[in-house]
């Protein structure tokens, strides 16, 4: 072990290092085509290699083209840079290395209790087994939804485990343009077709409209389908817009729908007192689904699924063999009987070791600070006469795009298609892009706490340069 123990210095030293100067780094630029090839073509190796000599492969050919997301100038997607005690964690779980299945050890019972801070943090209710930790918000979202299915389906004395869809009407899904691909391609796998998941329009905010929600339902059942499902957002990945939750738990109480809520990104808002108000209601959902891989910085993989009645949950996905059984599992059982996987990671360590490093009020600093420096970029973006801000900012997420005057809007749409990758290009800092309503649109989402108003300011004079660049070239070409 004493190789192990030099190895495991060296790789400490190199994580610290690395963490130290992504600050001072491009925050991405496109890998070295020699070097992008001899990963791809790496060939299987027959003969072992020493610890040090991987130590240094790690280092020098593959820690040097990281995705960016641990920068403070990166606002791509939905990636955070990773918790430094969530970083130490992995290694400790890895070595531990169990299945956290079930069982009597310490990594099970840790995901009961992080599941409940999880809870705890967003102001989720938490019956006892009402959750479990996920790979992310697409799995969490299968999970309840699945669960939402099989209720719908029971309500019509139909069991679902054991007859499948055969027979069933078809059971009708609702959530508005806005809505995370996950939802569809839930509701795709649990074999409901995407013909029945309903496009509910939002008004202005962006946010789900209650009224056309409401006509949608009733006509529905005019037509002799089952609505069963509604699911709300808590921050939209294209705005970061929040659903009005309490008008539509009224709805859904009295139609008998399930209410799932899309936290995914946006959850953990609520803990920003300064934002919180919009959260109203989202403890009234059936299911939540949340990343702490997002928001908390806990490292990827981890998302959760939280369930306002346990054995929703239970009911969908237990299932225990002969060699699986446990008479010592207790009323809770396994884990492995409330989702699909059975060896699962020990997911629970990063998740502790990130919310106990910085606490319940440390977390809620750092995201309040994000969103402190959202609304300043939106107010940057509205200073701007070349910029124009296309929602409000509701919790950490900027839109905008680039609009110099006298262009045209198809002129407009194609210079905002090719910014983000033009922008990503300069290394200094990183946007993606996406469509709304129709519109190519630049997307910037504060996740990192350590940003500062300087970086913001950059970001907008990135995005000037850039169209410049793009204009200039097209004018040349
Ligand atoms: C990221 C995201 C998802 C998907 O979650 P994964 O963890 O990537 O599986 C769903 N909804 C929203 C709003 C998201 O931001």
Redesign the pocket.
Known sequence: MSDFRTAARATADLVADYLDAVPDRPVWQPMDPAEREALLAAPLPELGTALPELVETIEQRIMPAPMGNGHPRFFGW?NSAPAPAGVLATLAAAAMNPSSAGGDHADVHLERAVVRWIAELVGFPHPAGGGILT?????A?ILCLTAARNRAAARLGHDLRADGLTGLPPLIAYATAET?S?VRKAVELLGLGSRHLRTVPSDADGRLDTAALATAVAEDRAAGLVPFLVVA?A???GTGAVDAFHPIADLCEAEGLWLHV?G???AFGVLDPAIAGQYAGMDRADSL?L?P??WLGVPV?C?CALVRETEALRGAFSLVPSYLRDEAAGELGWFSEYGMEQTRPFRSLKVWATIAHRGRAGIAADIARCTELARHLGELVEADPELELLAPVRTSIVAFRYRPAGASPEATDELNRELPVAVQRRGNVFVTGALLDGREMLRACLLNAATTEADLKLLVDEVRLAAAGLTRHRAES
């Open positions: 939905v790979s992310g918000t697409s799995m979202t995370h996950c957002s921050g939209t990945v899309d995914a990104y946006g689904a990343d891989h997002k993989d998302g």
